[in-house]
């Protein structure tokens, strides 16, 4: 690597700008020289050679697209004149060797943990109160005002005040001061909390439960038991109206389906049988204080890193992603493996074009054609409403140079590292097995999340280029930006810089180890991370089928 361009693999044809490159500038790169014949702005990419219409575009070693107009050498690409293409794919047709990171270094290491009945470690305690349908939304709510303050959960909030000062000074006919009017800082919220282990109370309040399909329902079930079960996570309170499609039996099947032994404290609270609101909701608020009281004397106990359970993620990409974060958080995923854990890699609209090797990846044949399988439904039924996977890169994935599908799910693969896939799992269902599992979700960020912690993640890696405040209300989201301009203009949600490889002063494997020595502290609790910091507690469903 050049601190001005970079190729990512010796087969590419295509160069990477690590800097802004000016029209003129004279390039030399593998012996060949040529001269740019426009600007290509950093993260974008330029041909080395004269492309004619229909060759091939590689990148990553592998197919990103195809040239749909002659692109002279030195000159950018871009959706005007590549067009997305991928390789085929098919069942498993090599075997992986792989030989696992050196992790000496953390031999013996443990992390400060949850430990739960069931055998699973938790990295927060947090407690759950959950509507099973959104005509319940309401009364989770209040729930909520009434809790969080009192217990010392909530946040000053430092926009209110900021309103009530520019109304004192508009009522005190100073109109000209409330544009130069500073915000001040947020200093806590001056309460110490009740319950010193115990993480939080999350409030999962959503749009489903009833309408659409009963598959959605099922579903919705299904990813409410998961985040029950998930390690970080003491209990839940759950309220149920009584009459629609997520019944109360069904989200118990769900949960004896994941622990045939389940003994978390579970609440499970009617409305239609309670009678009057006041009545559930008092029984509701009594009844949750009293579990709390149970669920803050467990502490935190040593536990072997072999209990991480490690959800990987993108969003709001950018041309540096793939270079940088995406491989960082691979090498993580890769260490974690080797030490005993379990990594997830989800998005499956996002590896697009990388099927084959993930194929090959896999332990054996049923479990890559359970990928195979997923896959190819998955796309189907994308294009069976008239849409597909090359429409996946957003507007800010172009600007920032991920200008095709194939090229956008090389770079994103990268978090799944080099490790063998030991299973694949359909939305909902929960990682068991040590080793790399694919999880199939949207490529949509929260939806992707959302679906990670439900399916166990206990720390989630998150990387981004363009930056993105996505959190989860359980699981710790470690922030991972690409390029370090990101890192200094939002410091706010960021939690780890991987600019420094880009810059040639970090190799990906010392980046990973900082990455693993921060999983550590914040599983332990010593670290909070920045999304923690903002409350960011992102929850979106995944509504597969249509609405009835």
Known sequence: MSHKILKVHPNDNVLVALTDLQAGE???????????????????????????????IIMYGTLVGKAVEPIAAGARISTENVKHQANTFSGKNKTLDWTAPDVSKWAGKTFMGFHREDGQVGTANYWLVIPLVFCENRNVNIIKQAFMEELGFGRQDVYKTYVQQMVDLYQAGKVNEIAQLPLQGYNGNGQKRIFENIDGIKFLTHEG???????????????????????????????????QNAQVGILEEKLRALNPNFKKPLIVLEQQQEGTEQELLTQAIRRTFLALIEADKVRREPAPLSKLVIGLECGGS???????????VGQASDLIVALGGKSMLSEFPELCGVEQELINRCVDDKTADRFVQLMRAYAH???????????????????????????????????????????????????????????????????????????????????????????????????????????????????????????????????????????????????????????QDDFIPWKRGISL
């Open 318 to 328: 950018d041309g540096f992603s793939g270079i940088s974060a995406n491989p960082t």
């Open 209 to 243: 439960g009833c309408g659409g399909i009963r598959q959605d329902s099922d579903a919705l079930c299904a990813l409410l038991a998961g985040y029950i079960h998930n390690p970080n996570v003491a209990g839940a309170t759950v309220l149920s109206l009584g009459c």
């Open 381 to 535: 039924a994308a294009e069976a409403v008239g849409s597909g996977f090359d429409m996946n890169p957003s507007p800010g994935n172009i600007k920032d140079g991920l200008i095709t599908d194939a090229i956008k799910s090389a770079g994103a693969a990268k978090k799944g590292g080099t490790s063998p896939v030991v299973d694949v799992l359909d939305y909902t269902e929960y990682a068991t097995k040590p080793g790399l599992t694919l999880l199939c979700t949207p490529g949509n960020d929260v939806e992707s999340t959302t679906a990670m912690a439900g399916s166990g993640a206990n720390i989630i890696l998150f990387t981004t280029g363009l930056g993105t405040p996505t959190g989860n209300p359980v699981t710790p989201v470690i922030k991972v930006s690409s390029n370090t301009k990101l890192a200094e203009r939002m410091p706010d949600i960021i939690d780890i810089d991987t600019g420094p490889v880009i810059a040639g002063e970090k190799t990906i494997e010392e980046m990973g180890a900082d990455m693993l020595d921060l999983i550590i502290e914040v599983a332990s609790g010593n670290v909070k991370t920045k999304a923690q910091l903002l409350d």
């Open 26 to 56: 004279e390039i030399t790169y593998d012996s060949i020289s040529l001269s740019l014949i426009e600007g290509i702005p950093a993260k974008h990419k330029f041909t080395q050679q004269d492309m004619a219409p229909g060759q091939e």
